[in-house]
């Protein structure tokens, strides 16, 4: 097969010229082509079987212990101008970057196969959807895709009808990590990525096509492209209002986006639309209307368990990939807090000895369509999207950030997504726990200056007659003593009521200098058990705190000079003053 499009036959052509492989596979996306990899890699080890009888269609993949998560020091968005990477992603001239990268893939094909992706991020049929084509020599990137993307004959066939796509070349090479780059060339439409397998780094559609190149696209052509989950919520009366919700990796975001109503809440109901990538346009009606690009999740498996995700334990029990969980004696997969089991090995397929570390490794991940969740919207297939009602920005803070205040309008909201900062996680090598400024949990993902991209929120907000109203949320403020004070999971429910309350003008709020927060009674915590005090301290605002933190703020963006919109700095001077 090859495609009726010559830009696309000749890009492949090129491809296969550099990396000269043995053979050349289109990936046309049918269940016969996936069992045919499928039995490869069981044949050669990429993928073990998990037992068939509690989880049939389930398969283990071992990544190699040095490529487990994103690799931020090695990624690179490459424009001609310097300045419009900006001081928030490391960035290396086009031409030097290209000559780097293709010395790598130079002859890296040679006896491995190429497999040709032709998929779509967002509904087949929908405007708002973009294409690429990812050439990759893993065939576990293939079946990663198949899950997380709309992927093979029909995304050709749009490819072919519209005459353009995104360019995504990946090899694993030698998973050398002294051997690796994540390269972005957003003025042409262009991924290469060399020498990983784990998803971030290599299901090139998600973060480096639906995200940096596509954040990019959507400056230029006045929609927006973000790092958030979407999700419906239906009240006891059957309205339903959609939350787009913006929290850096690993922070809870598939749990929301899943999320089971308390006991207390019968008649309310959770639709998961998205877990990770939201994109918004502006609708006709003054709103902004959102699809989810992706068809699958790609979730972290630590800490899914009955208690925190029990619609996320239930669509993993068929048809999933997980990759660096670790299995119990009965070969079915186990991570730390999914059951009390056992495990018997650790994710590198050694016998478990807790002295080792966990059995799973902590960015261990679960790859399935997201049509197996039961709380799946249908919406999510919808081509015009969903009307957004509100937007939540929130970080992983254990101190001074409350439990939730609404930001007072669009502009003041585009100040507290950039004034975002959150703990580091093992979504990505480095340090974990580290508190560090990720602006609308983009710092990762943001194919341009910063500066830049604030102006771009400002400007689409400017030009919305209904605009979302915006929210911060922290679930993760600690006590002196270190433990949670908000219950989280299913309880965020009250949360969420609360800013529907909002929304529909049922809750007054209480103005504060940062913000509005819920005023006394407002919050929702019938058959709750949390002491009165509790809830003072995660309802507080901390001025002193708030100055200091206020003043940080003011000078991370100062980094960001010229391109630092004015207003933003007007937006953080009315705050200070309030708080003065
Ligand atoms: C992810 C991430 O995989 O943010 O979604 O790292
Ligand atoms: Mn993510």
Redesign the pocket.
């Known amino acids: 097969m090859a495609s009726r499009l010559e830009s696309l036959n000749q890009w492949v052509s090129e491809v296969a010229a550099l990396t000269t492989p043995d053979e050349i596979v289109w990936c046309d996306g049918s269940e016969q082509q996936s069992e045919a990899l499928k039995a490869q890699m069981l044949a050669n080890g990429d993928l073990l079987e998990l037992n068939q009888e509690t989880h049939p269609g389930c398969y283990l993949h071992r990544s190699d212990p040095k490529d487990v998560?994103?690799v931020e020091h090695l990624t690179f968005v490459c424009t001609s101008d310097k300045a419009d990477a900006g001081p928030n992603n490391h960035w290396m001239d086009p031409a030097a970057a290209h000559a780097k990268i293709d010395g790598l893939f130079a002859g890296c094909m040679r006896g491995r196969t190429m497999y040709v992706i032709p998929y779509c991020m967002g509904p087949i049929d929908s405007p708002f959807s973009r294409c690429g084509v990812e050439i990759t020599d893993s065939p576990y990137v293939v079946e990663n895709m198949r899950l997380m993307t709309r992927m093979g004959t029909p995304a050709l066939q749009r490819i072919e009808s519209e005459g353009s796509f995104v360019k995504g070349l990946h090899s694993i090479g030698e998973l050398d990590p002294e051997r690796r780059f994540i390269m972005h060339f957003p003025e042409e439409l262009t991924i290469k990525s060399y020498g990983s397998g784990y998803?971030?780094n290599a299901l090139l559609g998600?973060?480096c096509h639906a995200l940096r190149l596509a954040s990019w696209q959507a400056r230029d052509q006045g929609w927006l492209a973000e790092?958030m989950l979407i999700v419906g919520v239906q009240s006891p009366q059957g309205d339903t209002h959609y939350i787009a919700a913006a929290f850096?990796?690993?922070c809870g975001?598939t749990n929301l986006a899943m999320l089971i109503p308390p006991e207390t809440h019968p008649g309310w109901k959770v639709w998961t639309v998205g877990d990770?990538i939201c994109w918004m346009h502006p609708g006709k009606d003054g709103r902004l209307w959102a699809i989810n690009p992706e068809s699958g999740f790609?979730g972290?498996a630590p800490g899914t368990g009955e208690k925190t995700n029990p619609n996320a334990v239930a669509m993993l029990d068929r048809d999933a990939i997980f990759t660096n969980v670790g299995v119990t004696a009965d070969n079915q997969p186990w991570w730390e807090g999914l059951s009390d089991q056992q495990p018997v090995k650790d994710w590198q397929g050694r016998d478990y000895q807790p002295g080792n570390g966990p059995a799973a490794h902590p960015n261990a991940?679960f790859t399935v369509s997201m049509r197996q969740c039961n709380s799946f919207s249908p919406e999510a297939d919808n081509p015009a999207g969903v009307p957004i009602s509100a937007i939540v920005f929130g970080g992983r803070r254990a101190s001074l950030i409350p439990l939730v205040f609404e930001a007072r309008d669009w502009a003041h909201g585009v100040l507290v997504g950039a004034s975002m900062a959150s703990e580091t996680t093992a979504?990505?090598t480095g340090a974990v726990g580290v508190v560090r400024r990720d602006p609308m949990a983009m710092k990762?993902?943001c194919g341009y200056n910063f500066g830049d991209y604030w102006q771009h929120w400002l400007k689409v907000g400017a030009g919305l007659s209904n605009p979302p109203r915006v929210f911060h949320v922290n679930w993760f403020r600690k006590s002196a003593e270190g433990r949670f004070m908000w219950p989280g999971f299913g309880d965020n429910l009250r949360v969420l009521q609360w800013m529907i309350d909002r929304c529909d003008g049922r809750a007054q709020g209480r103005q504060e200098p940062i913000g509005v927060l819920p005023a006394e009674g407002e919050l929702n915590t019938e058959g709750l058990d949390i002491a009165p005090q509790v809830l003072d301290e995660l309802l507080t605002v901390d001025s002193e705190g708030w100055r200091a933190e206020l003043e940080a703020i003011g000078e991370y963006m100062a980094g960001f000079g010229e391109r630092c919109p004015p207003q933003l700095q007007a937006e953080r001077e009315r705050t200070e003053n309030a708080l003065n």
């Open positions: 998560a994103r998803g971030g998600k973060k790092h850096p990796s690993a975001k990770d790609f972290v991940r979504a990505a990762p993902f």
